[in-house]
């Protein structure tokens, strides 16, 4: 069952149009990831997909009564914002105390209900974000960089983490994540994107693509260093020349 239908979707910043044409889909249950240099327009892809950002052209189409969770790139409190956990997690939904441990308990930390946020590590602040996110149990669950900041250990237990919420919930993930190795693994499919799609399919399949490796390099495993993606392309066309791969 198709969850998300982005059809034709183009983001227009001013002058600067920012994603041209973009066609995908999330099917229910599986896991996909968005790969793409910086600036490729990746959050400006899942912004548009939750309806903050409106399409200058095309659109984005949910199954109706769509349950989305959303896990933002950044989100700064204040240190000195005395705020718990618990409280946190209740600002924006009516939920019970019971629903917050439930999702803390999803999110692999159970006991943090009391903790002040300022005083969390990085890798359970993210976890927080992530049980804010469950707690009204989505349909899909869509991650911006959710691990930016954490080392290579903590953003592997969160990616393990996430895999344990789609076995538990069955819910559906899209991810945004530059950590090529992990995203390898961890995905069933990977679009990558450089303000359009580039090239799309499973991991091995992608990973081989010429496209691919213009803008991932071909190296292996977690090593892939990004360099320059030299655009001898059409958009339209979206022909990337084998030369640039090399
Ligand atoms: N609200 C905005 N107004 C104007 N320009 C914007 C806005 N949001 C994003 N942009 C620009 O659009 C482009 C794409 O940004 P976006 O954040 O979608 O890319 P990204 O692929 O998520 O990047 P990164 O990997 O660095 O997070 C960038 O050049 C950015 O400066």
New binding site residues.
Partial sequence: MTLITVENLS?R??A?T??HNVEMTVEAGEIVTIV????????????AIIGA?KPSAGRVMLKPGLKIGYVP?KLHIDPTLPISVERFMRLTDPVSREQCVDALEAAGVPDLLKRQMSQLSGGQFQRVLLARALINRPDVLLL??ATQGLDQPGSAAFYHQIEEVRRETGCAILM?S?ELHVVMSASDRVIC?NGHVCCEGSPAVVASAPEYRALFGTGTGGALALYRHDHDHDHDQCEHSQEAAE
Avoid: A, W
Avoid at 36 to 47: A, D, I, Q, V
């Fill in positions: 983001v910043y001013g600067n920012i994603l793409g240099p910086n600036g490729s327009g990746k959050t400006s892809l899942l912004r950002t790139q911006d960089e945004i530059h994107l």
